[in-house]
């Protein structure tokens, strides 16, 4: 993961020759509906050129109204500035197997293009029926390293940090260093409450989701709200199971990628400066086909 400080001197430099770039760009872009577009081949050129990183000269692009081709789709949702704030934004996948695999993937392609994948599991023949990143050829390897391999085939110029162990409280300051959220893909209360315990104590946002059967949920939790913290950690009087409804009810196909695109959604609207679902949760019952939604603040 790239310090603060290398970015800003990427960002110095090319608005030092900001004229001259935009000179020479007039030659390279290409209209697509209505907007002035920009490949990825191109991109990485002029990155070379002018020595800064690739994400810097994305972020360049779009705050002169170029979008990169790859995110053109994105545009009409977005908005430049919107797909500018979603490059800058770091996130953490705690989890890269049902949930977090396809949030990450989910993830990469809205364009956050700074990713640290963390898990210390590998994928098994019990997985295949619903973990995106599990094939018979990745059977037995770490679910993190696959997925890192698997992104990079959709954007080779992402910077995707992997850790190859569980999540614990005396490596969580190190994984979540840097991170702005963290991509909540637990199984178990135990790890959450480190998790969300740490991002309290140091300001980040957790998208929260949890699946079990054809049930699902999904919130996004503010440093602030310790009362929805409370409850997406299942915080009692300590006479709780550490595992939910999962090790009953299993997990059918559909259900991660069901919950895994309400937390990305939830997350983009954010970012995009729409407040988080009025600081609750979704609840998704894909059995009954019915979505509820409880509020949970101070």
Same mark, same amino acid.
């Given at each position: 993961?790239?310090?603060?400080?290398?970015?800003?001197?990427?960002?110095?430099?090319?608005?030092?020759?900001?004229?001259?770039?935009?000179?020479?760009?007039?030659?390279?872009?290409?209209?697509?509906?209505?907007?002035?577009?920009?490949?990825?081949?191109?991109?990485?050129?002029?990155?070379?050129?002018?020595?800064?990183?690739?994400?810097?000269?994305?972020?360049?692009?779009?705050?002169?109204?170029?979008?990169?081709?790859?995110?053109?789709?994105?545009?009409?949702?977005?908005? #430049? /500035? $919107? @797909?500018? *704030?979603?490059?800058?934004? =770091?996130?953490?996948?705690?989890?890269?197997?049902?949930?977090?695999? !396809?949030?990450?993937?989910?993830?990469?392609?809205?364009?956050?293009?700074?990713?640290?994948?963390?898990?210390?599991?590998?994928?098994?023949?019990?997985?295949?029926?619903?973990?995106?990143?599990?094939?018979?050829? #990745? /059977? $037995? @390897?770490? *679910?993190?390293?696959?997925? =890192?391999?698997?992104?990079?085939?959709?954007?080779?110029?992402?910077? !995707?940090?992997?850790?190859?162990?569980?999540?614990?409280?005396?490596?969580?300051?190190?994984?979540?260093?840097?991170?702005?959220?963290?991509?909540?893909?637990?199984?178990?209360?135990?790890?959450?409450?480190?998790?969300?315990?740490?991002?309290?104590?140091?300001?980040?946002?957790?998208?929260?989701?949890?699946?079990?059967?054809?049930?699902?949920?999904?919130?996004?939790?503010?440093?602030?709200?310790?009362?929805?913290?409370?409850?997406?950690?299942?915080?009692?009087?300590?006479?709780?199971?550490?595992?939910?409804?999962?090790?009953?009810?299993?997990?059918?196909?559909?259900?991660?990628?069901?919950?895994?695109?309400?937390?990305?959604?939830?997350?983009?609207?954010?970012?995009?400066?729409?407040?988080?679902?009025?600081?609750?949760?979704?609840?998704?019952?894909?059995?009954?086909?019915?979505?509820?939604?409880?509020?949970?603040?101070?």
């Amino acid at each position: 993961m790239r310090k603060q400080s290398e970015i800003s001197q990427d960002k110095n430099k090319i608005l030092s020759k900001k004229d001259e770039i935009l000179k020479k760009l007039s030659s390279h872009t290409q209209e697509e509906k209505g907007s002035q577009v920009l490949s990825s081949d191109t991109i990485a050129q002029f990155a070379r050129e002018y020595t800064c990183s690739f994400l810097e000269m994305e972020c360049f692009l779009l705050e002169h109204e170029i979008m990169p081709l790859r995110y053109q789709r994105n545009l009409g949702s977005f908005g #430049f /500035l $919107g @797909q500018k *704030k979603i490059l800058e934004t =770091r996130v953490a996948v705690i989890g890269c197997g049902g949930l977090g695999g !396809i949030g990450a993937e989910l993830l990469l392609r809205a364009g956050f293009e700074h990713l640290v994948l963390i898990d210390g599991d590998t994928f098994s023949e019990s997985n295949l029926n619903r973990q995106i990143g599990s094939t018979e050829e #990745f /059977l $037995g @390897q770490n *679910k993190a390293e696959v997925r =890192r391999k698997q992104l990079l085939e959709i954007n080779s110029h992402a910077c !995707i940090k992997v850790y190859k162990e569980m999540l614990t409280e005396e490596n969580c300051a190190e994984f979540l260093e840097g991170v702005d959220v963290v991509f909540d893909a637990l199984d178990s209360f135990s790890a959450r409450e480190i998790v969300y315990t740490y991002a309290e104590e140091k300001e980040k946002i957790v998208v929260h989701g949890a699946i079990a059967g054809f049930h699902g949920q999904a919130a996004l939790v503010l440093p602030e709200n310790t009362v929805l913290k409370d409850f997406c950690i299942n915080k009692g009087d300590g006479s709780q199971k550490d595992k939910g409804l999962e090790d009953k009810l299993a997990n059918p196909t559909t259900s991660p990628s069901s919950i895994a695109s309400l937390q990305v959604a939830m997350l983009i609207q954010y970012i995009l400066g729409k407040k988080p679902v009025k600081e609750g949760v979704i609840f998704l019952d894909m059995e009954n086909f019915e979505m509820d939604y409880l509020q949970v603040v101070d």
